[in-house]
């Protein structure tokens, strides 16, 4: 199953624009995870460098094959969350990014 979390999380991060998106936006400590069979990636954002205090982004695989998408922010052991966004296809992924962060994935 390890592999697998790990297959998908480096799909996901690959349809967000692979290291070009890290580039841009800063992205760091990358996890991939899987909880009850739906697996995903997570990482965090610069402090600061994001709308509305974002700096971390949950992406989880849903059974359905859409993604739910988690925008939180992390101060200290408190993590609130800023927005969730449930049914999203691949090809919407950077999109979504783009608009809840303010960050661009491409030039």
Known sequence: ???H???VA??????????????????????CFDENG???LC??????FAMKGINLVKIKLTFSDTY???FSRVRGATVK??????NIYCDQLECLFN??????TRL
């Open 43 to 48: 990482f965090r954002l610069p402090s600061n």
């Open 10 to 31: 480096t799909e996901i991060l690959n349809q967000l624009g692979g290291n070009r998106f890290i580039a841009m936006t800063g992205a760091k400590n990358f996890a």
């Open 5 to 7: 979390a790990k297959f």
């Open 1 to 3: 199953m390890e592999n």
């Open 38 to 40: 739906e697996c995903g």
């Open 81 to 86: 969350e800023i927005s969730k966004f449930d």
């Open 68 to 70: 739910l998408v988690t």
């Open 99 to 104: 608009e809840q962060t303010g960050l661009a």
